[in-house]
């Protein structure tokens, strides 16, 4: 039995509770906004440090072709929130050089616009036909906003450079992937040739060893019917410094599903409908060659025992004629495009008795 001087106790200790709870409540929950806002502060201010695999690439606009770039990639460490590292996973980020090296640079233009890509913090150094850069910060190209970039590794990049070139080359067939849900795959495009620039000797060394442009792949999985779509042409493995115009194909899908025919022979004729006071009823001819077409994983499972060819008596009363339309019933799950039958159409008549151990069913009428 519980005391009553304890149950007392317990009682004033959650009565004295909900009295300070409910005390200045709204000053309290103005504390716990303030509180919760100051949290998500210092969170967001908090600095993260993360390093990042950046290829290293051009300016696209440049006038002179890149025969070899080194690195093809720097180790980039950027610095920030949570929040902004998060939203550089979904970007492409680049480190862009752009090259001070001219075909013949000797005149004091070309000394001015070293010194003003200097002023500018594009600093390089060229020999011959290399020309070595100083990375920084100012190279990377793709954030959204500017980020605090804290170590590039390694600092400096060497390209070298070749007489431009430009030739014509073929594009492959795109890949395709997946099956459609059912028939096969036709796929057309163009264009068929592009453009490529670039370094002659890079773009001489592709044409004779017979380089066909490869492109991203068309995905036909579950498909039921053709679609266009636009894919990107992909550099060459042998050189990704070269231009390509167009940069992509119109791809144009068909799906193509093959027919097949199946012809089904003697299939006999069964009469329905029949009147009731009919002792026996026959058709001429008997029996029947059935053609069905459609998918060829379709028809070539077909078994003959699965077509019937049936007639309906009651069709006689309603068409005053007993030259009827055979009409085919296969299996609930089985579907065709096309029946036919040969004939078209049979009659239908009485057949008589059989007598004296005849086990003849008759002959049609006449006329």
Known sequence: MTDPAARARASGFWRDTGRWIARDWS???VALALATALYLFIRERIRHTETLVVPLDIA????VAAATIEPLAVAVTVQGSLGELQRLHGRTLRMIVRPGFVEGRAGGGWQIRRWLRSVMGDRSHVTGNAEEFRL???NLQGADQPIRVVKIEPKTAKVTYDVRGEVELPVADPV???KPYRGRVLVDYTPRMVRVSGSRDQL???VASGVQLQTGTLDVDGRVQGF???VPILQPSVSRLVKIEPAEITAEVTIVTDRFTSEFTNVRVLVAGLPESGSGWACDPPAVTVRLTGRAEVVNAIQTNQVAAVVDWRDADRLATNAL???IFLPFDL???AVETEPLTVTVFQAPPATNGDSSIGTPPEG
């Open 136 to 138: 920084s910060a100012r």
């Open 176 to 178: 395709v992937v997946g």
């Open 228 to 230: 266009k779509k636009t």
């Open 335 to 337: 579907a065709v495009e």
């Open 27 to 29: 000053w309290k929950l």
């Open 204 to 206: 001489d060394a592709m």
């Open 60 to 63: 696209p606009q440049a006038q």
């Open 325 to 327: 339309s055979v009409k």
